[in-house]
């Protein structure tokens, strides 16, 4: 078995390697990385990712690490492993199409420069703040809710013209969301889907991916 994946299973951006690998039904094998531990600042992995942070991809002589890494926290788009090495069995995720390729990166971007930035400090003040015994800050969730509901506008007027963000084909552009998506889904974040009917279809229609399923059933 060729392919192997350093990461954590809850980690959202090796959810999203985990989510590209079970679509395009690639056999691979993964190698847990403690983070409780910090077992991702020990040799063995900073020899995958020098900047000891997960998740770190190999197949073969390849070796992959996130765009993540050279960002100061574990934010942002998804691993280049999941637009740089994408076979073609399975799924189609991106395009040969460079018209249509293009339009998947433009949604990539408005994933990772509008949605997730938002998302993640949501899902950070609503989800991992009481988790660790700390008190959310009411002003700002308010705050991020707000800007979310700007991008969700966004988002319901293209998704009116179109099933998926790049047409009518799921991409990667939808799949980048999941992670977080399913985290706001598990909190009052969950209102501004329902309110705008072309959002909460296409996020309902994401989390019933058999795919998606298969990582979160892990």
Not at 83 to 96: D, Q
Request: hydrophobic share 45%; net charge positive.
């Amino acid at each position: 078995m060729a392919i192997k994946l350093h990461g954590h299973p809850l980690s959202g951006v090796t959810r999203r390697v985990l989510v590209c690998l079970a679509e395009k039904g690639l056999d691979y094998e993964f190698l847990l990385v403690d983070l409780a531990t910090v077992q991702q600042k020990k040799e063995s992995f900073i020899s995958i990712n020098p900047f000891a942070q997960v998740p770190g991809f190999e197949d073969g002589d390849l070796k992959l690490i996130g765009k993540d890494s050279f960002l100061p926290t574990n934010r942002g788009p998804s691993p280049d492993t999941s637009r740089m090495h994408m076979p073609i069995k399975g799924t189609p995720l991106i395009s040969k199409d460079p018209k249509k390729m293009g339009i998947i990166g433009v949604w990539l971007e408005v994933e990772t420069q509008r949605f997730d930035v938002v998302g993640q400090k949501l899902s950070f003040e609503i989800l991992i703040k009481p988790m660790k015994g700390m008190t959310t800050d009411d002003a700002v969730v308010e705050q991020f809710q707000a800007q979310l509901a700007e991008v969700f506008n966004l988002y319901e007027a293209r998704l009116a013209q179109s099933k998926y963000l790049a047409g009518d084909d799921y991409s990667l552009a939808d799949l980048h969301h999941l992670p977080v998506i399913t985290n706001l889904q598990k909190t009052k974040v969950k209102a501004l889907f329902n309110a705008r009917p072309c959002v909460a279809a296409w996020a309902a229609a994401l989390l019933a991916r058999p795919a998606w399923q298969k990582v979160t059933a892990a």
